[in-house]
């Protein structure tokens, strides 16, 4: 089962913050963007998904609006 985390937040012109990202961990290989999207365009302050690649695993990028939104 994938695990989640927060790997950061975002800011906006630097000091005002605007969302966070959730990044999870033990995504399946064959895994898809559009997966990802359709797995949390349900959640409350969701903006976006994709997959990025960290040696042979794949990890999904998702942000939301906030860091409460992510920790949902």
């Known amino acids: 089962q994938p695990k989640k ?3 950061g937040k975002l800011s906006d012109s630097g000091d005002s913050l605007s969302g966070a ?3 999870v961990h ?3 290989r ?3 963007s559009r997966e990802m999207h359709i797995l ?5 302050g969701y ?3 994709s997959l990025s690649e960290e040696g042979s695993a794949k990890i999904g990028v998702v942000q939301f609006d906030s860091a409460e939104s992510a920790f949902q």
Request: glycine share 10%.
């Open 5 to 7: 985390h927060t790997m």
């Open 21 to 23: 990202i959730l990044q």
């Open 26 to 28: 033990g995504v399946e």
């Open 30 to 32: 064959d895994a898809t």
């Open 40 to 44: 949390f365009s349900g959640c409350v």
């Open 47 to 49: 903006i976006s998904a």
